[in-house]
């Protein structure tokens, strides 16, 4: 009997390791998704501004407004709006980007400015930015904190 018990309790033992192990596993491959997505991000973001000479406005990107969905900031940045999905962003949602100073969630912080014209820069549709900041959260390491490569 006393061998049984230390089998089962060496099992226990073993499974709640298993346990922590793939739990462990299962936040980095999420953070993964959250990098690369971010990472398709910021490069539409540069090849936009090397096409226009601005980054876009806060307006045409944030989800805030309900006209801002994955398939029209997918149009304004040329990339596939499937390519914006972040692992744990609720069901429906299709534009991650907020407007946002710090990211909830898994959404994506895209902070716009502007020292000529910051008004067109968060507001204007069609409005652009000199600079950007991209601010996510990981669940291993927690913020992350991206820069616009122009200012």
Same mark, same amino acid.
């Given at each position: ?60 990107? *944030?989800?805030?407004? =309900?006209?801002?969905?994955? /398939?029209?900031? !997918? @149009?304004?940045?040329?990339? %596939? ?18 407007? *946002?100073?710090?990211? =909830?969630?898994?959404?994506? /912080?895209?902070? !716009? @400015?502007?020292?000529?014209? %910051? ?33």
């Amino acid at each position: 009997m006393v061998e049984v018990m230390t089998v089962i309790a060496i099992l226990a033992i073993l499974s709640s390791i298993a346990i922590v192990s793939y739990v462990q596993v299962q936040k980095g491959a999420r953070d993964t998704s959250r990098q690369s997505t971010v990472s398709v991000v910021v490069e539409a973001l540069e090849k936009y501004y090397n096409k226009n000479g601005e980054y876009p406005s806060v307006r045409s990107l *944030a989800n805030n407004y =309900a006209d801002i969905t994955g /398939a029209a900031v !997918g @149009t304004k940045l040329n990339i %596939n709006p499937g390519d914006l999905k972040m692992p744990q962003t609720p069901a429906g949602t299709t534009n991650p980007i907020t407007s *946002a100073a710090t990211p =909830a969630n898994d959404y994506i /912080a895209y902070i !716009g @400015t502007d020292t000529v014209d %910051n008004s067109a820069c968060q507001s204007n549709l069609t409005g652009g930015c000199q600079h950007f900041t991209i601010k996510y959260n990981k669940e291993v390491g927690g913020l992350v904190t991206i820069e616009g490569r122009h200012q």
